[in-house]
């Protein structure tokens, strides 16, 4: 079983409780077990590699880790590879006046004459046993400061190993990282952070509720050093009111669609000193655990009563809002960058939350076509009014529909056509009869007069030069004079069947043939261009048959196109 982790040391003479109570031992380290057992199991087994890269998010105690690992290395009374820190090594690092340890701010220091000098310096000899070089911030060291650390990281002299720690492990150089043995760091648990602060509060004499180690572990998201620091503000202040906005006013205004609270609500933070872009980070931040609790529970670092609070709204908005909030949010926050009044990216994003309807994005109409729906299936079924008799005129005789019923004959329930009057039921089925009963003659006047104009205007191109040449009821063939017209009918087809269902009142299918004969009797080129005029309104069409077809006749798009733009004009060469 392992043992339990100890109370940090306390450092004499360090009021900030994230300095006076570091990890000087790899069994003070918290969350970090995976790199633990790596590191003091290579130093007991006496395995320690040349360089090591440590990433990880901030306050994750890569750089305390990297002069736990110089202790150990060092220590005069080590034990299972931990340092004892009590001995003057130990203690020397601790105070940072250690001749074996030497710690570099690449942030200040990336430049490639500061690390010739470190290189230079490696070959040196130190008091301990073990040299180390510690690189914070390493991926910020330039591209000539890079390539000089590469020799000399790739084969140090016997007695040095450098340590190398950075948040953005993709930004170091691959030459770097692929001679190094690479330990991630991860983010600290919500329940390893309250521990940590409770033994804290213990050791340093503090007096703190648990409401104030909630904020604290709360604001920390995962980082010791973060939820130190908050601690130490807290109690300072001795309130936890201003450490967090309220975002209990825009949550209610998402579930309720109450855009007046909502913008009220971001009227009253802003007015409390609250930064645009601070609020929209730490509302989405908010959303954000709102989501992992619905989709991980595990994963969220939210606690307490907070991770309630959380669950609650994460349960009224539901999963599909809550990503568009965060989506939503995450493109506002790009947007106030650049803007000059942030708090209107923050006023004009709730504002489209709240009312889908004034949002045109598809997963704004997705919701409201979802919200929609629940209305559909909690609403009561409605029932049918009764339909009033048909009436007559006075002294004629009753029709055969509107006959009395025999008394005696069973009572059953109406049916769907029963519902429907007579009079209607027969329109309606004469209507469509007489669709699908029309001549081709019929379907061409129509389709030139009703169906044609209702097409997008580079449709009407094409299809003035078109013919209808069979029509069977629910299917309409065009002919058109080349194949190279008939390949680029795809692009209107949808359009042009909307057209000819709106106008036949049905589903109609809409097929392409090349008619040969339409394209020999078309006149020449320049001819056609020079003969045609603007049409002034748009052409009946009587003809019989394709091959009577006097339309204008083209042989190609790009012809008809430029005969409709220059109407009247003479091609000369």
Same mark, same amino acid.
């Given at each position: 079983?392992?043992?339990?982790?100890?109370?940090?040391?306390?450092?004499?003479?360090?009021?900030?409780?994230?300095?006076?109570?570091?990890?000087?031992?790899?069994?003070?380290?918290?969350?970090?077990?995976?790199?633990?057992? $790596?590191?003091?199991?290579? =130093?007991?087994?006496? !395995?320690?590699?040349? #360089?090591?890269?440590?990433? *990880?998010?901030? %306050?994750?105690?890569?750089?305390?880790?990297?002069?736990?690992?110089?202790?150990?290395?060092?220590?005069?009374?080590?034990?299972?590879?931990?340092?004892?820190?009590?001995?003057?090594?130990?203690?020397?690092?601790?105070r940072g006046s250690s001749l074996d340890v030497t710690e570099l701010?690449? $942030?200040?220091?990336?430049? =490639?004459?500061?690390? !010739?000098?470190?290189? #230079?310096?490696?070959?040196? *000899?130190?008091? %301990?046993?073990?040299?180390?070089?510690?690189?914070?911030?390493?991926?910020?060291?330039?591209?000539?400061?890079?390539?000089?650390?590469?020799?000399?990281?790739?084969?140090?002299?016997?007695?040095?190993?450098?340590?190398?720690?950075?948040?953005?492990?993709?930004?170091?150089?691959?030459?770097?990282?692929?001679?190094?043995?690479?330990?991630?760091f991860r983010l600290i648990g919500g329940d390893t952070l309250k521990t940590l602060l409770h033994d804290v509060q213990g050791a340093a004499g503090?007096?703190?509720?648990?409401?104030?180690?909630?904020?604290?572990?709360?604001?920390?998201?995962g980082s010791a050093r973060d939820a130190l620091s908050a601690l130490d503000q807290l109690l300072a202040t001795g309130s936890t009111d201003e450490t967090q906005p309220d975002f209990d006013g825009l949550f209610r205004s998402l579930v309720e669609g109450d855009a007046v609270r909502a913008i009220t609500?971001?009227?009253?933070?802003?007015?409390?000193?609250?930064?645009?872009?601070?609020?929209?980070?730490?509302?989405?931040?908010?959303?954000?655990?709102?989501?992992?609790?619905?989709?991980?529970p595990d994963v969220a670092d939210a606690v307490d009563a907070d991770r309630e609070r959380l669950r609650e709204w994460g349960s009224q908005l539901g999963l599909a809002r809550t990503v568009r909030v965060l989506e939503t949010?995450?493109?506002?926050?790009?947007?106030?960058?650049?803007?000059?009044?942030?708090?209107?990216?923050?006023?004009?994003a709730m504002v489209r939350l709240v009312k889908p309807d004034l949002d045109a994005s598809l997963d704004a109409l997705a919701e409201r076509v979802t919200k929609l729906e629940?209305?559909?299936?909690?609403?009561?079924?409605?029932?049918?009014?009764?339909?009033?008799?048909?009436?007559?005129?006075?002294?004629?005789?009753?029709?055969?529909?509107?006959?009395?019923?025999?008394?005696?004959?069973?009572?059953?329930?109406?049916?769907?056509?029963?519902?429907?009057?007579a009079p209607a039921r027969e329109a309606v089925s004469v209507a469509a009869s007489d669709e699908t009963n029309l001549s081709v003659d019929e379907v061409r006047q129509r389709f030139m007069e009703r169906v044609v104009p209702r097409t997008s205007r580079g449709a009407q191109l094409v299809l003035k030069s078109a013919a209808v040449v069979d029509f069977d009821g629910s299917r309409i063939t065009l002919a058109v004079a080349s194949e190279e017209i008939r390949q680029n009918t795809d692009q209107i087809s949808q359009g042009l069947k909307g057209a000819l269902d709106h106008e036949f009142r049905m589903p109609v299918t809409v097929g392409w043939v090349v008619d040969t004969k339409m394209k020999a009797s078309a006149p020449s080129a320049g001819a056609s261009r020079a003969g045609r005029k603007a049409p002034e309104s748009t052409p009946d069409f009587d003809e019989t048959s394709a091959d009577d077809h006097q339309g204008p006749v083209v042989s190609s798009v790009a012809e008809h196109l430029i005969a409709e733009m220059f109407p009247g004009a003479e091609e000369i060469s």
């Amino acid at each position: 079983m392992a043992t339990p982790p100890s109370v940090p040391t306390s450092i004499d003479g360090v009021t900030s409780l994230y300095r006076r109570f570091r990890p000087g031992r790899f069994a003070e380290l918290r969350g970090q077990d995976h790199v633990v057992r $790596a590191l003091q199991g290579a =130093v007991a087994r006496d !395995r320690v590699s040349h #360089a090591y890269l440590f990433s *990880g998010p901030r %306050g994750t105690g890569k750089t305390t880790t990297a002069r736990i690992l110089a202790k150990a290395l060092n220590c005069e009374n080590p034990l299972d590879g931990d340092a004892c820190n009590v001995c003057a090594s130990c203690v020397a690092i601790t105070r940072g006046s250690s001749l074996d340890v030497t710690e570099l701010d690449a $942030a200040s220091n990336n430049g =490639v004459d500061d690390i !010739r000098e470190i290189t #230079a310096g490696a070959w040196h *000899g130190t008091p %301990g046993r073990w040299k180390i070089y510690i690189f914070d911030e390493v991926h910020q060291l330039s591209k000539p400061a890079s390539a000089a650390l590469l020799k000399t990281l790739e084969e140090p002299p016997p007695h040095v190993i450098f340590v190398l720690a950075t948040t953005d492990p993709h930004k170091v150089l691959p030459t770097i990282r692929s001679r190094t043995q690479h330990l991630e760091f991860r983010l600290i648990g919500g329940d390893t952070l309250k521990t940590l602060l409770h033994d804290v509060q213990g050791a340093a004499g503090l007096i703190a509720d648990d409401v104030t180690i909630e904020t604290a572990v709360r604001l920390g998201r995962g980082s010791a050093r973060d939820a130190l620091s908050a601690l130490d503000q807290l109690l300072a202040t001795g309130s936890t009111d201003e450490t967090q906005p309220d975002f209990d006013g825009l949550f209610r205004s998402l579930v309720e669609g109450d855009a007046v609270r909502a913008i009220t609500t971001l009227a009253n933070l802003a007015r409390d000193g609250w930064d645009p872009e601070q609020l929209a980070e730490s509302f989405a931040a908010e959303v954000r655990q709102a989501f992992l609790l619905q989709v991980a529970p595990d994963v969220a670092d939210a606690v307490d009563a907070d991770r309630e609070r959380l669950r609650e709204w994460g349960s009224q908005l539901g999963l599909a809002r809550t990503v568009r909030v965060l989506e939503t949010f995450g493109r506002a926050m790009r947007e106030m960058k650049s803007a000059p009044e942030k708090i209107v990216v923050l006023e004009v994003a709730m504002v489209r939350l709240v009312k889908p309807d004034l949002d045109a994005s598809l997963d704004a109409l997705a919701e409201r076509v979802t919200k929609l729906e629940r209305q559909e299936r909690s609403a009561a079924p409605v029932a049918l009014a009764p339909v009033a008799p048909a009436l007559r005129p006075i002294g004629s005789a009753p029709t055969p529909a509107t006959a009395s019923v025999p008394a005696d004959s069973p009572p059953s329930s109406p049916s769907t056509d029963q519902l429907v009057p007579a009079p209607a039921r027969e329109a309606v089925s004469v209507a469509a009869s007489d669709e699908t009963n029309l001549s081709v003659d019929e379907v061409r006047q129509r389709f030139m007069e009703r169906v044609v104009p209702r097409t997008s205007r580079g449709a009407q191109l094409v299809l003035k030069s078109a013919a209808v040449v069979d029509f069977d009821g629910s299917r309409i063939t065009l002919a058109v004079a080349s194949e190279e017209i008939r390949q680029n009918t795809d692009q209107i087809s949808q359009g042009l069947k909307g057209a000819l269902d709106h106008e036949f009142r049905m589903p109609v299918t809409v097929g392409w043939v090349v008619d040969t004969k339409m394209k020999a009797s078309a006149p020449s080129a320049g001819a056609s261009r020079a003969g045609r005029k603007a049409p002034e309104s748009t052409p009946d069409f009587d003809e019989t048959s394709a091959d009577d077809h006097q339309g204008p006749v083209v042989s190609s798009v790009a012809e008809h196109l430029i005969a409709e733009m220059f109407p009247g004009a003479e091609e000369i060469s």
